[in-house]
Nanobody, 119 residues
Framework: QVQLVESGGGLLQPGGSLRLSCAASGSIFSIYTMGWYRQAPGKQRELVATITGVGRTNYADSVKGRFTISRDNAKNTVYLQMNSLKPEDTAVYYC?????????????WGQGTQVTVSS
């Protein structure tokens, strides 16, 4: 189990940029697949982006070309750089950590951080 704490959310205008951070505690952060998910009011939580321990990334079609996920294993931190933000990006953004071992699966969620894009 890894503890996750998100930060960096806020209110901004369309076209703006924001960087979210997720700080993790734990001794094996580097081998977790990390991800960002979001949930808008009245909608299901959806995947935004994931990154493996070796840096392989995956993005939802809706954010490709605008968002970038990255990680710094030395700092136990994963980031989501969000550019060209749109009102439809408004949601609570959650950090996720996932790991499969011989002992089973470990999956953790942060508390979420609000991103609001509005003019």
């Amino acid at each position: 189990q890894v503890q996750l704490v998100e930060s960096g959310g806020g209110l901004l205008q369309p076209g703006g940029s924001l960087r979210l951070s997720c700080a993790a505690s734990g001794s094996i952060f580097s081998i977790y697949t990390m991800g960002w998910y979001r949930q808008a009011p009245g909608k299901q939580r959806e995947l935004v982006a994931t990154i493996t321990g070796v840096g392989r990334t995956n993005y939802a079609d809706s954010v490709k070309g605008r968002f970038t996920i990255s990680r710094d294993n030395a700092k136990n931190t994963v980031y989501l750089q969000m550019n060209s933000l749109k009102p439809e990006d408004t949601a609570v953004y959650y950090c996720n950590g996932d790991l499969w071992t011989s002992g089973g699966r470990s999956n953790s969620w942060g508390q979420g951080t609000q991103v609001t894009v509005s003019s």
